[in-house]
Every structure is written in structure tokens, then in C-alpha cells.
């Protein structure tokens, strides 16, 4: 029987945060994991250079049921926190666009940081451990696993969410939830391609590649991104983004033309350039093979001077307002995230300890909290895991 203060399964974004700043705290920790590599997601995040945090975040850039949750946490360990001890270490890093932060060189350097903190602060870390057995004592938790029984006063939870699962993502930080009574809300996949299978999949598969500056939208929600057309449908920043706001059947809108009202500078073109063919000034602003399919496609292309006014606004509602409605989308296989989990009506917001289970806490994306794309997720296991830290 081994003894300790804390555990933490799941040594990822969260479980590491908190068991660096707990084992600061004088706790001893011990952090397991049943990978036999810590911080997995951290090394293949970002393009493989991890999108640490972003300059902007504020609680509106999280989807919750329950919408205040996320705002103690993230005022007590901010941004500027985590980049100051980024600094710190002296990792280089530069802002990619809209307050991203990436690492200069690569993922391992994020990685590196945290295992340098839990080295320093004296956190026991075991990879290749699995838990078979989780059981409540009178005071504190024991654990059968495959280092033998484990004993602690506190149980942290930051095993993540079910994206990924080549990543090793399983629903394990679910079921220890459910075993304390825990109300879990429906999970599903989020920032996550989507597929399209009626016409528009050849038109995705011919344009496969392609990306374009978009304002999609979808249920009151809007973003202007890239799209990146797919042999299987619609990728890239702003469809990732609106998906987690999309849910099957949902119509999802696309404005082409974002810079222009659509109708307005098909009147000018019309107006000044009526020997110009519709295709050519699509080619000014796509490139010229969607132009050409989408002038094929859904229109007939032919010089300006000879569309109606009718036909002009037809035109002009199209590209303004692409309409189309998934079939579905990747799934957990490639999403960055998952939406739903652990009810965080059930769960303090000052300490992420469990309402119904003394001594049990829950971190990371295993909560219902889910950020927009662009760092905001890594900031919530930081500053998820820091306020734990505090209390376990």
C-alpha cells in the first residue's frame, strides 16, 4: 500500500498544471497516466507547435451549459500567467493572428517546460499505469492499479474528453463521474471537419485543397476564418469553429463574399465592366478553378450585361448566403475537442472539487467547458488545473 496526498489521472494540459503547482504547494502528488508518454495532445497540437494560449481570452470564447463556471478559474490564472512563465523558461514564441500564441520551434518545448516544473517540484510521475478500481474511504479515496494500491486524500480527474482516441482518449474520466454520481450532459464531437455526401461532395472533392475567407454561420452564431474544401466536405478555422455550435440537421450558412455586399458589386460590375464575364470577376476573388466550377455549377457565366436584375440578385443571394446542411461530421477521430461531460452544476467553480464527492476534483476537458479554436482549451486545462491546485 502506497500512500500519498494527491493523485492525478491523467497527466495532459490540466493534469500537469496542477500537479506542478500543487507539488509547489509542498503536496506530494503522484501523476498517472496510461499512456507511455506524457502530454500527447500538447506534442501534436498546433501543427506540432502547440497553440498555447491566446491574448484575448475571455469566458464568451467557451461553450458551457452553465455559462459562469468558467469565469473564476480564468481570472485566477490568466493568459498573461502562463506566458510569463513561458518567459520564464525562455521558450520563443510569436502570435500567428487574432491573439494565438505558438511555440517558434516546436510542441516539445510547452512539454518540456511543464515536465522541467514537475521534475523541480518533485511530482511522481508514472506512465503505463492503468486503474482498475477506484473506492471512496472514510476519508480519501484507494485505488487498485497496475503499481499496486495507491491511497490519497485527494482525487483529481483530468483524464480529457473522447477526441482523438489514436491519442489514447478513452471515457474513463466519465465513468468515475458517473461512479460518484455525477450527472454527465451529452458529449459529441467539436472543432471538427464536417462531411458532406449529396451534390456539393463533388464540387468539395474537385476544390479539395482550396481555401477561401469566409463568414460562416450558424444557430445566432458567426465566424470569419478560412474554409478549406475537402475530399470529404468542409475543413479549415471557421468551419472547425462553427461545428461546435452546429448539431445534426442544422442548416449552416456561408458568406463567400465577406468584404462586399454581394448584391452591390454585382450592380458595380454590371455597371462598369458589362463585357466581363461573370467567371472572370469571380477569378479576382477565388481562384480561377472555383470560379470556373462555381460559374459552371450553379450559375451560367456569361458577360455581365446580359444577367437580369433578377438574375443578378440570385447570383448575389448565393454567394452571400451559401446554404448547405451537413451530413455529418469527422467524428471523434479527428476532432480537437469534446463538447458536453461532466455537469459542472455538480462541481465548485473556486476549487473544480466535486459537490457530491468530497475530496474528488475535475479538470480539463472532462468538464463541460469547451473553448473556440486558437488556444482558449489549453488556457482552460491551465487555468483549470491551477485552481484545483489550490485546494487539493
Not at 523558461?89 to 516546436?106: A, I, M, S
Not at 455526401?197 to 476544390?207: A, K, N, V, Y
Not at 476532432?335 to 462541481?347: F, K, P, S
Amino acid at each position: 500500500m502506497r500512500s500519498t496526498e494527491v493523485v492525478i489521472i491523467g497527466a495532459g494540459a490540466a493534469g500537469l498544471m496542477c500537479a506542478l503547482t500543487a507539488a509547489g504547494r509542498g503536496r506530494t502528488v503522484m501523476l498517472i497516466d496510461h499512456a507511455n508518454k506524457a502530454g500527447k495532445k500538447i506534442l501534436m497540437s498546433g501543427g506540432g507547435r502547440c497553440n498555447f494560449t491566446n491574448m484575448y481570452t475571455e469566458p464568451a470564447n467557451f461553450l458551457s451549459q452553465n455559462a459562469h463556471f468558467c469565469k473564476s478559474a480564468l481570472a485566477r490564472y490568466t493568459q498573461w500567467d502562463f506566458i510569463g512563465l513561458v518567459a520564464k523558461h525562455g521558450v520563443p514564441y510569436h502570435e500567428k493572428k487574432l491573439g494565438q500564441l505558438f511555440c517558434d520551434n516546436k510542441s516539445s518545448d510547452i512539454l518540456g517546460m511543464l515536465l522541467d516544473e514537475c521534475i523541480q517540484t518533485g511530482v511522481n510521475l508514472h506512465l503505463d499505469t492503468s486503474i482498475q478500481q477506484i473506492d471512496k474511504l472514510e476519508s480519501g479515496y484507494q485505488l487498485q492499479t497496475t503499481l499496486g494500491e495507491l491511497r490519497c486524500e485527494s482525487l483529481v480527474i483530468a483524464t480529457g474528453g473522447l477526441s482523438i482516441p489514436t491519442l489514447g482518449a478513452t471515457g474513463f474520466g466519465y465513468q468515475v463521474a458517473r461512479q460518484f454520481g455525477h450527472e454527465l450532459l451529452p458529449t459529441r464531437a467539436g472543432l471538427v471537419p464536417f462531411t458532406i455526401t449529396d451534390q456539393l461532395r463533388e464540387l468539395c472533392t474537385e476544390l479539395s485543397g482550396t481555401s477561401v475567407d469566409c463568414l460562416v454561420s450558424c444557430n445566432d452564431q458567426s465566424f470569419r476564418e478560412n474554409i478549406l474544401f475537402t475530399h470529404r466536405g468542409l475543413s479549415g478555422p471557421a468551419i472547425l469553429q462553427i461545428s461546435s455550435y452546429w448539431e445534426s440537421g442544422d442548416t449552416v450558412e456561408i458568406n463567400l463574399l465577406p468584404d462586399h455586399d454581394a448584391h452591390a458589386w454585382l450592380q458595380q460590375q454590371q455597371a462598369e465592366r458589362p463585357n466581363s464575364e461573370l467567371k472572370t470577376l469571380l477569378g479576382e476573388i477565388f481562384t480561377k478553378k472555383m470560379a470556373n466550377l462555381l460559374a459552371e455549377q450553379w450559375f451560367v457565366s456569361k458577360p455581365m450585361k446580359q444577367y437580369t436584375h433578377a438574375e443578378l440578385a440570385e447570383i448575389a443571394h448565393t454567394l452571400g448566403s451559401w446554404q448547405l446542411i451537413p451530413a455529418g461530421t469527422e467524428g471523434y477521430r479527428t476532432a480537437e475537442v469534446t463538447l458536453g461531460g461532466v455537469d459542472t452544476r455538480e462541481v465548485s467553480s473556486k476549487t473544480m472539487e466535486s459537490l457530491k464527492s468530497p475530496g474528488l476534483y475535475f479538470i480539463g476537458e472532462v468538464l463541460d467547458v469547451t473553448g473556440h479554436l486558437g488556444g482558449f482549451n489549453f488556457q482552460w486545462a491551465w487555468a483549470s488545473g491551477y485552481a484545483a491546485a489550490q485546494y487539493v
